[in-house]
């Protein structure tokens, strides 16, 4: 079993910026992918980053080069920097870990974009 703990959300205004970060505990493989997702209310749960435990990531169009994603293998943590945030990033962001067997993910924090 494996948990994941998310923390870093809350209310900034257009343009700011916030920090996710995320705690994974429990049987963790060493090759593993560890991301960002995030649902909108009315929409689907999609990827906004992931980062293998190699160091490859991999963006969102809509986030390219606004949010970075980056680990802590000794740690097995995640974060996600998001700079210049907008409206239309507003959603509940959950963290993830994909390895061998099923995919765990965590409560998900609300990130809200508003002036």
């Known amino acids: 079993q494996v948990q994941l703990v998310e923390s870093g959300g809350g209310l900034v205004q257009p343009g700011g910026s916030l920090r996710l970060s995320c705690a994974a505990s429990?049987?963790?493989?060493?090759?593993?992918?560890m991301g960002w997702y995030r649902q909108a209310p009315g929409k689907q749960r999609v990827l906004v980053a992931d980062?293998?435990?190699?160091?490859?990531?991999n963006y969102a169009d809509s986030v390219k080069g606004r949010f970075t994603i980056s680990r802590d293998n000794a740690k097995n943590t995640v974060n996600l920097q998001m700079n210049s945030l907008q409206p239309e990033d507003t959603a509940v962001y959950y963290c993830?870990?994909?390895?061998?067997?099923?995919?765990?993910w965590g409560q998900g924090t609300q990130v809200t974009v508003s002036s």
């Open positions: 993830s870990l994909h390895q061998a067997g099923p995919d765990y």
């Open positions: 980062i293998t435990s190699d160091g490859i990531t």
């Open positions: 429990g049987r963790i493989f060493r090759a593993n992918v």
